[in-house]
Each structure stands twice: as structure tokens, then as C-alpha cells.
């Protein structure tokens, strides 16, 4: 669960900077970045497909990003209910009135 009151008292010249369990990360703001970035690099270990405990297939790791790290601006956070699933915030950013702007690590 992440706490968005939490996140609000993280907040410094209007952002909050965090990984998805809520925790703050040294991450720069991207330049120009909008009110909701997620903050990405690319996949470099093996990904495959496991169904019923047995590996079915492989994931093509050009098509996968990890987020690195979440930004978020202030008016974002104030649109968003007190607590929020890791896995529901994308989707609650976007209920808000959001769109997400990816932005890719300078690190490989």
C-alpha cells in the first residue's frame, strides 16, 4: 500500500520522487516532465512465461521497461485517495485526469 500523505510530505519544489513501494529514491526529475512520469530503464535479465509452475515461453526484453522511479507532481497527489495499491496507481493516475509520460534512465 502506498501512502499518498505519506508522499505528500516527501514532496520538494512541487514533485515527489519514489519506487513502488512508496519509498523516496535519488532519482533527478526528468527535464520537462509533466505532472506523472514513470522514470524507466530497460530489461536486461532472462523473462519468461511460467503458467501453472512450468516455464511456457520467453518475454522479448525490448518490449519490457523496469520503472526505476515514480514522479509525481503535488496536483497529482491531490486527486489520488488517501492509500493506493502499488498496482492500482497507474490506472488511479489516469482516473484522475492524468497521462503518464515515460521517461528512460540515462543509465543502460
Known amino acids: 500500500m502506498i501512502s499518498i500523505a505519506d508522499l505528500r510530505e516527501q514532496v520538494v519544489d512541487d514533485r515527489v520522487v519514489f519506487d513502488k513501494t512508496g519509498a523516496p529514491v535519488d532519482v533527478p526529475c ?46 497529482v497527489l491531490d486527486r489520488l485517495a488517501d492509500e493506493v495499491l502499488a498496482e492500482d496507481l497507474i490506472e488511479a493516475v489516469r482516473k484522475a485526469g492524468y497521462e503518464w509520460q515515460v521517461s528512460p534512465t540515462s543509465a543502460p
Open 30 to 75: 526528468p527535464p520537462g516532465a509533466g505532472p506523472a512520469v514513470l522514470v524507466v530503464s530497460e530489461a536486461t535479465d532472462a523473462l519468461k512465461i511460467v503458467e501453472e509452475g512450468h516455464i511456457t515461453g520467453s518475454v522479448d526484453r525490448s518490449q519490457v521497461w523496469l520503472v526505476d522511479a515514480i514522479v509525481l507532481a503535488e496536483e
